[in-house]
């Protein structure tokens, strides 16, 4: 059964920092661009960072560059997203999606139009004082 779990996410404070794990089981990870999506009550989906199948092509939204790090370990079959700097406006459900792209050529629409063949069930995290 293809399946990915987040995990990582809670409450912290302005300024501080969280790494969210997508761990994927019943597929290898070897052909998929993963992406990390969040969303926010009341507002759309948006793709907060994407990795291609090698980890060597990433693309990040604007709103986190430099905050953000996402990277995977395709041997253990999971995608991490490390989170510095955090602010409120970071607040969000975060998804994991992965997309079938053994060329890694499609990781800049996949966080652009939120595409993915496979997602998780999110993980809250909460940035607040």
């Known amino acids: 059964q293809l399946q990915l779990v987040e995990s990582g996410g809670g409450l912290v404070q302005p300024g501080g920092s969280l790494r969210l794990s997508c761990a994927v089981s019943g597929f290898s990870l070897d052909y998929y661009a993963i992406g990390w999506f969040r969303q926010a009550p009341g507002k759309e989906r948006e793709g907060v960072s994407c990795?291609?199948?090698?980890?060597?092509?990433?693309v990040y939204a604007d709103s986190v560059k430099g905050r953000f790090t996402i990277s995977r370990d395709n041997a253990k079959n999971t995608v991490y997203l490390q989170m510095n700097s955090l602010k409120p406006e970071d607040s969000a459900d975060y998804y994991c999606a992965a997309r079938f792209d053994p060329m890694a050529a499609t990781i800049q629409n996949m966080c652009s139009e939120n595409l993915g063949d496979y997602w998780g069930q999110g993980t809250q995290v909460t940035v607040s004082s």
């Open positions: 990795i291609g199948n090698s980890g060597g092509n990433t």
